[in-house]
Each structure stands twice: as C-alpha cells, then as structure tokens.
C-alpha cells in the first residue's frame, strides 16, 4: 500500500492506485472468506445431524410415557396446584381446560 501511496504504480501498463489497490483487496478477502466459512457452516450442520440421529436412534426413553414408572415425591414440598395435580381430575385451585 505505500507504493500506492502518491500517485499509485503502473502494473502492465495499468495505474492502479491506493483506493483501486484497497478495493480489489477487499474483494479477494470477501471471496476467501465465503469460501472458508462454507465449508465450516457445512462440517458443523454435518456433524450436529450426525449428533441428533445419534441421539435420537440411541436415547433412553424408558421413563417417558407410561404411569406405572412415576415417581413419587417425598419431602418438604410447597403445596403449590401444579405440583398436586391429579391427571384428568378437578384439583382446588387449578382449572382443567
């Protein structure tokens, strides 16, 4: 850039100055840039694919769904409507909707 710096410099036969030297710069980072990032943006949504099938095929879901594996609640625990809920009773307090 300092060769730019007065006039600019004569490259084949073509007077390329600090801004036209500034400016193409800027092009060719943008362009490597775009390429670099492309290619992580697409490893990364590769690999968290991989991790969600993985962990998907693979979890254990053992607990969820039937009622016979609930686990009841034992200790000091706020008499809060939600925490009490029956399922498909009225409780006081609580709206079934």
Same mark, same amino acid.
């Given at each position: 850039?300092?060769?730019?710096?007065?006039?600019?410099?004569? &490259?084949? *036969? #073509?007077? !390329?100055?600090?801004?036209? /030297?500034?400016?193409?710069?800027?092009? %060719?980072?943008?362009?490597?840039?775009?390429?670099?990032?492309?290619?992580?943006?697409?490893?990364?949504?590769? &690999?968290? *694919? #991989?991790? !969600?099938?993985?962990?998907? /095929?693979?979890?254990?879901?053992?607990? %969820?769904?039937?009622?016979?594996?609930?686990?009841?609640?034992?200790?000091?625990?706020?008499?809060?409507?939600?925490?009490?809920?029956?399922?498909?009773?009225?409780?006081?307090?609580?709206?079934?909707?």
């Amino acid at each position: 850039m300092k060769v730019t710096a007065n006039d600019g410099i004569l &490259v084949g *036969g #073509v007077l !390329i100055t600090q801004k036209v /030297a500034t400016v193409a710069m800027s092009i %060719v980072t943008v362009i490597c840039l775009i390429w670099v990032l492309s290619s992580i943006f697409w490893y990364s949504l590769t &690999v968290s *694919g #991989v991790c !969600i099938f993985g962990h998907g /095929a693979f979890r254990d879901a053992t607990m %969820v769904g039937d009622e016979d594996s609930m686990v009841e609640m034992d200790g000091d625990l706020e008499d809060v409507p939600f925490l009490n809920a029956k399922t498909g009773e009225e409780d006081e307090g609580m709206e079934v909707v």
